[in-house]
């Protein structure tokens, strides 16, 4: 890999094992729970699918997900749906994110730092994989973030902080 595309990458691989921890570290008692106006669970699924989504193995503007559910459950944040007749246990969720991580180094094993800077060529709003890249580390940050101060705020242990310096304990 070039350079930019190593640095960028490293900075999703951090965020998105931060996501796969918060997964591993909520506890059965609020993994169905609402907190923060939404469930749990449904938090990081939402982070995940989004990242899924806006990560392409082709570039030609289909979208081809690495795992889609069954059950009743929606991607989406939205207040009018917060109880569903079902959910997505950790070990689905934690399935779909060991999917998506073989997706992303399969996505990553053929971009170049030009690839990177140039606009998607299916996009009509000029967004290049680098503009993508950024916003969904910024996207999953947000969430893992959210789910971290509720896990704090129920009295359980919070996950650590990843970065360039290794894992930062509180």
């Excluded at 299916?122 to 916003?135: K, P, S």
Aim: charged share 25%; net charge negative.
């Amino acid at each position: 890999m070039q350079p930019l595309t190593t640095t960028i990458k490293r900075q999703y691989d951090y965020s998105l094992t931060m996501l796969g921890e918060m997964i591993e570290a909520c506890p059965k008692e609020i993994w169905t729970e609402i907190k923060g106006l939404f469930p749990f669970w449904q938090q990081l699924y939402h982070a995940l699918y989004w990242t899924d989504y806006n990560i392409q193995e082709s570039c030609d503007g289909v979208k081809i997900f690495c795992w889609k559910t069954e059950k009743n459950v929606t991607h989406e944040l939205d207040k009018e749906k917060t109880i569903f007749p079902e959910y997505l246990t950790k070990n689905e969720l934690s399935f779909y994110f060991q999917l998506f991580i073989e997706k992303k180094d399969r996505f990553f094993s053929n971009i170049t730092d030009k690839i990177l800077l140039e606009p998607i060529p299916h996009r009509q709003d000029g967004c290049t994989y680098l503009d993508i890249i950024t916003n969904q580390i910024r996207h999953i940050m947000y969430h893992v973030g959210h789910c971290d101060c509720i896990l704090r705020e129920n009295g359980y242990s919070e996950i650590a902080w990843l970065s360039i310096y290794g894992r930062m304990e509180r």
